[in-house]
Structures are given as structure tokens and as C-alpha cells.
């Protein structure tokens, strides 16, 4: 990961000098995991904005780096299902990418004006879910090990890392505005390898052992149904939490600016060279 960062932040200085364009985008990011029935929702969505660099391989090839920020959030009020609704949990975490990918175009610099695209990479992430408690106290849920991580009784239960690699992948089409200007749009899917990125994978840790082992708050903000009507018991040690077996995910729709340098000869990327959006 840390070599990943290196080649990341190497980037901006191999395309000095080639055929490379400045991008910005901006637009609102979504969340799919356990706390999530829905696979795509712009219900609890958030600003994404993101800036970055791209470098002209070839007329249908472009490298890009790029870093984001943005946030994700997930309700069991908000979702449908028996599981989801009595847990009564709630997440929001800050999302800090950075990015390496490639982009394909399917049209051939300069046949048609307007690029189509699909792009793929790596991206390394760093994420922090948290909550409020009942009182409106603010709490980061990864301390707290809410399924009993590194205790004694829960061997196979591992503490997560903050930091995690992700696969962007996605598509978009850019518009040539002038010949040094295209704007666009993208949406892109990453694909995570952490079902941890809610706090919510496996199975309810024993709640006494919970509150006593890791903390009292720990076994509160693993279970909240007792803040709903009704007061439903606390589920059993070992009943089903999350879904394990699905990875979550995050994903971000945006518009593109890219404005584009040559300097070589001083000619434009989009226009007079005839090359794509990159």
C-alpha cells in the first residue's frame, strides 16, 4: 500500500511534459452494504468532489490519478427487511480516496465529438464509521468492536483496519466545450474488499460479554433496538448481524471538468491534436 501511495503521488511529475489534462469533479456519492437494502439510492447521499491529473497514453488510452473526498451513510429505518429494521442501527463514515486507473475510449481521437469511456484501476481508502448515540453524542464505532472483535471468546473475529484497498471501475462520455475544454459525466462503482465499512458484518457477540470485555457502549451501539417502540430483546450470541458473504460498496456520480495542456508544442490535447477527453 505504501508503494501504491508513491506511485500515486510520483504521477503529476512522469505527465509534466507529456499530453495530460487538470480534472475536477463534483457530485454525490452512495452506499450499498447491510445497513443498505437498496442497491443503488440517492436517499442518503452526499456531496463527492474530486481533483486530479490524466496523462494521454495513446488516442484511446489515458492514466489518471485522482483523490476524493466524500462521505456515506447508511439507516436500518431507511431499509426494508426483519433483520435490518429491529437492529436500529446507523452509520456515517468520511471517505478519503486516492486513485490510479486507466480509461478506454471507444471512439478514436477525433472520429466523433463526443468520447465515451470506461476506466478501471486501484484505489487505496481510508474510512472511520461513526454514530450517534441516543443522546446525541457522537461515537467512532471501530474502537468499540461492536461483534466482539479481539476477544478471547471470538477468535475468528479480527479488528479492522481504517485504511483498505478498493477497485474503482465505471464509465462516463466527455463533450468538447473549446479545444482545450471538455465537460463530462462519470459514474464509478468501487469494489471493496472490508464488509466493515457500516461496522456491521457477521454475527452479535454475547452482550454481556461484550459489555463487559470491550465496554458498555459497545454492547449499546451493537444492538439499538431498545430505542424502538416495543423494546424487542437483544438477539442471541452467534444470531445473524450482517451478511459477510457480501462485500460493501460505495460509489460516486459526478460531473467532469477537464481542462487540457500540452507542452511540447504549446498545442491542445482535445482540438488541434485530435486526441480524447485524456
Not at 461483534?147 to 483496519?161: I, M, T
Amino acid at each position: 500500500m505504501k508503494n501504491f501511495l508513491v506511485l500515486l503521488l510520483m504521477f503529476p511529475l512522469y505527465a509534466v511534459g507529456q499530453s495530460f489534462t487538470l480534472d475536477l469533479q463534483a457530485g454525490f456519492s452512495g452506499y450499498q452494504g447491510d445497513l443498505q437494502a437498496k442497491r443503488f439510492s440517492m436517499e442518503k447521499s452526499h456531496p463527492a468532489v474530486s481533483a486530479g491529473a490524466s496523462w494521454l497514453v495513446t488516442p484511446r488510452i489515458a492514466l489518471r490519478a485522482s483523490g476524493t473526498l466524500t462521505r456515506v451513510e447508511g439507516s436500518d429505518r431507511a431499509s426494508d427487511g426483519t433483520l435490518r429494521n429491529p437492529r436500529n442501527l446507523h452509520f456515517k463514515s468520511r471517505i478519503l480516496e486516492a486513485q490510479l486507473s486507466g480509461a478506454y475510449f471507444l471512439f478514436p481521437s477525433g472520429e466523433r465529438n463526443w468520447s465515451p469511456y470506461v476506466f478501471a484501476g486501484l484505489a487505496v481508502f481510508h474510512f472511520n464509521p461513526y454514530t450517534y448515540t441516543f443522546s446525541g453524542e457522537k461515537v467512532f464505532l471501530q474502537p468499540l468492536g461492536t461483534e466482539g472483535q479481539n476477544l478471547v471468546s471470538y477468535p475468528d473475529v479480527k479488528e479492522y483496519k481504517n485504511i483498505q484497498l478498493a477497485v474503482p471501475f465505471g464509465f462516463g462520455v466527455m463533450f468538447p466545450i473549446t479545444d482545450r475544454v471538455q465537460l463530462g459525466a462519470e459514474f464509478g462503482l468501487r469494489k471493496l474488499f472490508t464488509d466493515y465499512l457500516d461496522d456491521v458484518s457477521g454475527v452479535y457477540a454475547d452482550s454481556t460479554m461484550l459489555a463487559n470485555n470491550r465496554s458498555p457502549l459497545a454492547a449499546q451501539m451493537a444492538y439499538r433496538g431498545n430505542e424502538l417502540s416495543g423494546n424487542p430483546p437483544y438477539p442471541a450470541a452467534g444470531s445473524q448481524r450482517g451478511n459477510p458473504a457480501n462485500k460493501d460498496w460505495y460509489y460516486t456520480t459526478t460531473i467532469r471538468l477537464s481542462y487540457a495542456f500540452k507542452w511540447k508544442d504549446k498545442t491542445s490535447s482535445f482540438g488541434k491534436t485530435g486526441c480524447p477527453a485524456w
